[in-house]
């Protein structure tokens, strides 16, 4: 059978899609609670008194984001190592990753806590808030802070979760705690009026809650499994893995964050119209992220099942299914953004000004589903892979490699150099990891081919 008949089978396989939907979907709808969240919190605070309350939740708000987005290969590497056991049979090691993850989850936690004061005051004069809002912002971080471990919990326990191909059980681990924020943001801001102390407290008790609920679900699942009681040894080189991963993984998503703030700084620099018209137009990269994660999700855990498994086949119909999808996606988004871009930018913003300038670059926001898509779908099949040293390395060639020097040679364009430079950013990442892909697979490293 060639090539092209091969995908053509698996692209034509029921069975095949259901399994990517079935972890696909809830993760994309897990993804839209956590975003609906964010601007509920915007929204009761918004209603405040003075508008320093708002500013300060959102230099809190940033401050978290760059805190947590830094620990994110807690959930990824997580995902890729459970894969694997699961799809080996490996009752013992699905009790042992979740343990180990645990660990290494509590001892960054405790970090963060005993450099909490260094990390608010590093953070915020990092910011440049004004006085006020920057005092908002730390009684904020103040009380917030002490969730971190259920946070990071939560987080072992969402990656634990999609890793056995549990992803409805993880879309309510990520979607019921933000109905219980909401609805303690109400209660404690509105109906209590404690301010921006309440709404740092709703977030507390949300993180503590999470974790609970996570715990619940994931010893649900080892019971349903029979996987609840038995030895629960300490495999160092399973630990050595998983640390050597998570490392990977945090040193390509520290790479990611500067990207993006060098990419703000740089809009900054062309005056507060454009500073303003360029987030407007990453929200549309966000919506893209939205969808494009569930599908990057569904890869990881089918991908790493595969691998666990021995199981070719399945390793080569995941990727192609995956990839097909999130294909299409990309090309729906790109055709909604060119036909209602400047209805949506005018919905966001009610300034002539940024809404000229965010319509002048609106065609860098509809072409960029169509480049970035690759990075979601091949950053899904490397977790799956456990493959954190080529997901590093092809962080480090785009954005040190491509995008700076990039920018500096098309600065003279303006913004529109700008957002060139960027592209090229997802551009280099996407064709890195493919070539990165197309040499291990070539070689057997992924799954080997079997003897006939």
């Not at 309350?53 to 809190?60: C, S």
């Not at 002539?352 to 589903?369: C, D, E, H, I, K």
């Not at 590093?392 to 920018?407: I, T, Y």
Request: hydrophobic residues 55%.
């Amino acid at each position: 059978m060639s090539a092209t008949e091969s995908n053509r089978t698996r692209l034509s396989d029921p069975g095949a899609h259901r399994r990517l939907w079935r972890i696909a979907a809830p993760m994309m709808l897990s993804n839209v609670s956590i975003a609906v969240l964010g601007l509920v919190d915007t929204a009761v605070i918004g209603h405040l008194s003075d508008p320093s309350y708002l500013a300060g939740i959102a230099l809190a708000t940033v401050l978290f984001d760059f805190l947590y987005w830094g620990v994110t290969f807690l959930r990824m590497g997580t995902t890729g190592v459970t894969a694997q056991v699961h799809g080996g049979g490996d009752k013992v090691g699905l009790r042992t990753t979740l343990r180990d993850a645990l660990s290494v989850a509590l001892a960054l936690a405790l970090a963060m806590l005993v450099w909490r004061d260094e990390i608010s005051a590093f953070g915020l004069s990092l910011l440049g808030g004004g006085d006020e809002s920057s005092a908002h912002a730390a009684r904020y971080y103040a009380i917030k802070i002490w969730g971190a471990p259920g946070v990071l919990a939560t987080m072992v326990f969402i990656g634990w979760l999609i890793g056995v191909q549990n992803a409805r059980a993880a879309m309510t681990l990520a979607a019921v705690p933000c109905l219980l924020h909401a609805g303690l943001d109400i209660v404690l801001v509105v109906g209590l009026e404690l301010g921006i102390e309440g709404a740092a407290w709703a977030a507390l008790t949300t993180a503590y809650c999470s974790a609970l609920l996570g715990g619940v679900l994931v010893w649900r699942e080892l019971r349903r499994r029979g996987a609840l009681h038995g030895q629960l040894p300490w495999r160092f080189r399973d630990l050595r893995k998983l640390l050597r991963l998570n490392g990977n993984i945090a040193l390509r998503t520290l790479c990611l964050i500067a990207t993006f703030a060098y990419f703000t700084k740089q809009g900054a620099s062309q005056g507060d119209t454009v500073l303003a018209a360029n987030a407007i137009l990453l929200n549309f990269q966000m919506l893209t992220a939205l969808a494009l994660d569930g599908f990057a999700n569904a890869l990881e855990a089918l991908v790493g099942d595969a691998i666990g498994a021995r199981d070719r086949r399945a390793f080569i119909e995941s990727i192609v299914v995956g990839s097909a999808w999130s294909g299409v996606f990309a090309i729906m988004f790109t055709l909604a953004y060119a036909v209602t871009g400047h209805g949506l930018i005018h919905a966001l913003t009610d300034l002539a000004g940024v809404r000229a300038a965010a319509g002048n670059y609106l065609v860098w926001a509809a072409v960029s589903p169509l480049i970035s898509v690759w990075c979601f779908v091949f950053d899904g099949i490397f977790i799956g892979a456990t493959r954190g040293a080529e997901m590093r390395n092809s962080m480090l060639v785009a954005s040190v490699g491509v995008f700076v020097p990039s920018w500096h040679v098309l600065q003279s364009f303006g913004n529109h150099g700008l957002w060139g430079a960027f592209m090229l950013f997802f551009a280099a990442r996407g064709v890195s990891m493919g070539w990165y892909f197309f040499r291990i697979d070539r070689r057997g490293g992924f799954v080997p081919v079997p003897r006939r």
